[in-house]
């Protein structure tokens, strides 16, 4: 290991500070061999392992009082292929790391998410997405995965080879074993001309599936002490970014640097995920209620658009979808806004973001997941004796 473990407990966070964590051990390895090692460990000694990234899931997903297996020290391009439009990396490579890497090679992820901080393991860990009708979220683009196994064997898997266990490690929750190789599919580097501007919701639904359908990425966050949306499209373009008339509200770029913002201010989240037809209707609902109930809510509301997957338990499996997502800042209470926004998902369907707060129960979640068994019987036959298995994890499994 790179770093001296912390044979004493110590303290966990994540990137909120709202979860927090008192681990074993804190490990830190940066070879294949230090990876099997961490899972021997923590298999000998019966406790249960979590790999971690960025720590920026808002729900337990990724916390343990077991051994938390940091991969930064775990980061980097292995290959590429521009002919076959995919790429090697480690899983502990953020994404704003990945994105620099591939353009080298004159490629590019096809989408990401509002920020570029998660690690790849993390983001498929949690089915992290970004926006856009055409745009499916990381865990769907996985074309192939290589993990180290409760038993400590390095396996690879793939849609072709142990198409099961790919299955779940592709959306994994850390449930099934320690990533160290992430297979992308990719795409070649593309430009992206960003427009942004202020519109009233009625006026923006007015004209709803005509702005999603107009460009590559659509999104707004509702502004609720304004009443108003900030929207911002993004177009694939071959413009050069002097070809600007309005440099205020506009620019060009390549998608990496132009996708994710930052967000700095901390804060927790909940998301859910909605059929797309039903996703305006659920979106009023919200409105209506914060308006009505929490009239001095200052954070946000955000809009996106999600394309569907054959991905077991992600939020998008077999529908076209619309997410979202309501914030709180991390000082305060987010349970009564939450609450509120969960029981208006519950009636459109809404399958919560599996890294963001939800108060659903393992009974709740298969109802809404249609291989949430199959996943768990994977899982299991994986993991007999639950190296993988936190009690927050644990909590989801179905009676
Ligand atoms: C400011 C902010 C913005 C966000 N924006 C978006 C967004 O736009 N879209 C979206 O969908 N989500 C978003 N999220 C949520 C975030 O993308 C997910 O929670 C994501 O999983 C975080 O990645 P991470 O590297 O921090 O993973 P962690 O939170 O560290 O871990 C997440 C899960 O992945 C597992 N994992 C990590 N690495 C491995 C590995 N090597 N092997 C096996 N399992 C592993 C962990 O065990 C855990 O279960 C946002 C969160 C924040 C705080």
Known sequence: MTKPDNAEQDRWSNWSGRQTASPRHILQPSTEAEMVAAVDRARAEGLPLRAVGATHSHSRVAATDGVVVETDSWQGLIDADPDGQTARLRAGTRVFQAGPLLFDHGLSVHNQGDIDKQSLGGAIGTGTHGTGPGNQNFSAVVEGLTLVLATGEVVRCSTDERPELF?????????????????????????????????????????????????????????????????????????????????????????????????????????????????????????????????????????????????????????????????????????????????????????????????????????????????????????????????????????
């Open 167 to 399: 299955q779940v490690a592709r959306h994994s929750l850390g449930g099934v074993g320690l990533v160290t190789e992430v297979e992308l599919g990719v795409r070649d580097a593309y430009k992206l001309h960003e427009t942004q501007w202020f519109e009233h919701p009625d006026d923006v639904f007015g004209r709803i599936a005509e702005l999603v359908a107009a460009t590559r990425h659509f999104e707004f966050f509702w502004q609720p002490d304004r009443d108003s949306c900030v929207c911002k499209s993004l177009a694939e373009t071959d413009a050069e970014p002097d070809d600007l008339p309005d440099r205020k509200f506009e620019r060009i770029g390549w998608s990496h640097d132009v996708i994710s913002s930052v967000r700095d201010n901390l804060h927790t989240e909940m998301e859910y995920s909605v059929p797309a037809e039903v996703g305006p209707e659920c979106f009023f609902e919200i409105r209506a209620m914060i308006q009505s109930d929490f009239p001095d809510l200052l954070w946000p509301i955000e809009y996106r658009t999600l394309a569907s997957d054959d991905v077991w338990i992600s939020t998008a499996n077999g529908r076209e979808t619309v997410t979202i997502s309501a914030h709180e800042d991390v000082t305060l209470d987010d349970r009564p806004l939450f609450e509120a926004c969960e029981a208006i998902f519950k009636r459109y369907e809404g399958r919560p973001h599996w890294g963001k707060v939800h108060y659903r129960t393992a009974r709740e979640l298969a109802a809404l997941h249609a291989d949430y068994q199959r996943w768990w019987d994977v899982r299991d036959a994986y993991d007999p004796d639950g190296v993988f298995l936190t009690s927050d994890l644990a909590a989801l499994q179905p009676g």
